[in-house]
């Protein structure tokens, strides 16, 4: 038995089977995903085996790069296995000011042993964005640098625009007065005053939606912001562990929050919604193995190079 | 200081044509005299490589691995003193020429990317950036080298002179690929919560891990000589499917380089 499961030709035919499963995969699959399926985890054990068996048949004699690597690899696959089965995964959508232990999979809704409470949620940009504005004809477009009150004349197409007001998140207040809904830059949008001969309009210009307000113009505007590129997320959080002390911590993107065996990531944001933020609730108890199985693997690799 | 980095980096790639010409010319003519300069190209080529590559970490505040263009170049860094380690160990010009016709190459594919830099995105700002996207292109670097040096075997129609060196080159390249997998796998553990994701790179780098692991078993089996320099070519071309197919036709986490 050890000696089929040790054979390079099924090691070889697992390859095969392996890259077709693959390349069907990422460039004909149009479906669900082949990896969740039983005949892909029976390759995988598969794979496990007849690489165990390989290592196994040459206990006695060989290498320890030989037995580091095939042992890294059967690790790896197993802790693959064990991360399938045991892993815990839920998301925890927050909004600033409000507190919750509940997370959601699907359907399902699972308990913390800790509350969190979204205290801030910050973003952080590169630089301050600036706005533009671009004309656009047959000829191709051409942009304008703007701030609150630019004057721009435009002899060619006998028109002039003044911009009256920057806006970096537009919104309406009850009262239907123009106001930013957040200090970021979602919902960027510039008032304009266009004057052709002696007709003068006033109008919005939105760089999320471009074609709005459009209609009726002698030429095309529009809109948009330059250097608006997103540094950071971050959300300032307090931790309320059920029967212990409450303390304060930041989630951003690579600076994941490790608390009561859970590991809380920085997921996502709500351009719609400043105050919004979604974690990411992960809990992985086959990590280990699979970190064990990439420590196996890499120092036998670096045994190998060395011979 | 960007008409710096280009003249670096042009001169490099001029450097790099010349050691080229020097290697044809010494195969050609049958002459081993422009063969001796061709280590000293290759390394001037290597010296311009890096002063560009270093004006642009220092122009960009970050290390210069971010998008297709950039990592190209940082591959190219790696192929010289991979080559140089290779040449000592094996010194005949089979160790050196292929060095001499991969670089000229990359520069050139390196010269039709988009060169825009923009600023990282979130996800991308972490020191594992760094070591993941260094050893996958070290590893690629090896790779190119193998399958180039395969691929003069194969043309010239007979067993590869020293099929140790294109061995050494496959197994370097492949311990390599396994740091840059381990290390991504890692990051996006940081990054997500999820150590592996199925994302087409992941998945093709996976296939080509299997297909460097296949070949150095096969040739355990016996497949040695031309039937082993095939096999590195085939292998090469995951490689660069992996590298440029991927980005380019298949969308994902990576398809920003």
Redesign the interface.
Known sequence: MLKIFAS?HL??AL??A??SV??Y???FNAGP?V?GSPWFAALGALLAANVAACAGRRLRTASASFLFIHAGIVLVILG?FA?RALRF?AELPLRTGTESDRVYSGNAVYQLPFSVKLVDFRLEY?GEPSGKLTIRDEAGGTDFPVKEGTELKLPAKGAEIKVLRLARDFGLTGKNEVADKSPYWHNPAAQVEITTGKKKEKLWLFANFPGMHREGLPFHISYGLENA?????TSAVLVRPSGGAAFSAEI???K?LRTGGY?L?Q?SYDPAEAGYSLL?V?R?RG?WA??AG?AA??TG??L??KR | MAETINFFINAAFALALASLAASAAAYLLKRKAPQKAVPFLLAACWLALSAGLGLLWAKLGRPPLSNQYESLLTMLWFLFPLSAYFYRKFPVPEALWPAAFASPVIFGVAGLLDRTARPLMPALRSNWLILHVLSAMAAYAAFALAAVAAAAALAKKRAPEDEELLLRLAKTGFALLTLGIVTGAVWANTAWGAWWSWDPKETWSLLTWLAYAAALHLRKKGWRGNKFAALLVVCFALVLFTYFGVNFLLSGMHSYG
């Open positions: 390079l090691f070889f390859c095969l392996l890259g693959f390349i995969q990422t460039i995903p990896y693959a991360s995964e590169y590129d997103i540094k950071n997320f951003s993107v690579n994941p590991t990531y997921s990411t992960a992985d990590l699979v970190y990439f693997l890499l690799l670096f190998w190079l």
